[in-house]
């Protein structure tokens, strides 16, 4: 697949869900990023991508747009959602993800500046931060049981574990060039990296 942007795990983690800026599809594939299924969608520059907990919705980020926009299974655009933050469209919104235990969503924003949104599922702004931890923001994953995040930097090459409160808890150093897509089993502990320009996808085994 083309420049794969964007990197999601289905609930039971036996899938992966990848979108790609160039073409604006869906690919869903095994956990090796062999392509099973492809769904077709109007294109956008699609930054991330995140699914809710039943794969019956997938939430794509729209860099520069703005937005939220949200189609199901068949590709049918079912909602649209104007972010409402002020950010470049050279460097804005990058990647999200959602919390499938409160419907919140987590959005990062590239650089200028580089901050950790979190909305609720009423889609309106609960909180912004900037981060200084990192160069840039490529991705972003959140644990649904103990709410820390994962933030993925290409600039820095670096994947950073953080608190709820935002505390760095663990950095874990990655030479992988443009680091676009991060999904994590957090059961197994398993995290996969997709790279846009290789075309790759990478998987990882952590320990606490």
Known sequence: MPEPSGLAISADGKRLYMV??????????????VVQKQ?????????????????TIFYLLDENKNKIECFNTSGDEICDIDLK????????????DLDWTTGEFFIVNES???????????????????????????????????????????Q????????????????????IIQMEGLAIDFQKKIIYIASDSEEELHVFKYSD
């Open 20 to 33: 790609s800026d160039r073409k604006g599809q869906i690919y869903q594939t095994d956990l090796q990023g």
């Open 39 to 55: 769904i077709d969608i109007n294109g956008g520059d699609y930054e991330g991508i995140a699914i809710n907990q039943e794969e």
């Open 85 to 96: 933050t002020n950010v470049s469209k050279k460097s804005g919104p990058e990647g999200i």
């Open 112 to 154: 200028k500046p580089t901050s950790i949104s979190k909305f609720g599922k009423d889609y309106q702004l609960i909180m912004s931060e900037k981060s200084n931890a990192l160069s840039d923001l490529s991705a972003v994953t959140i644990d649904p049981t103990t709410k820390e995040l994962w933030l993925l930097s290409d």
């Open 156 to 175: 820095d090459q670096k994947l950073i574990r953080v608190s709820p409160a935002y505390d760095l808890i663990q950095t874990y150093l990655i030479d």
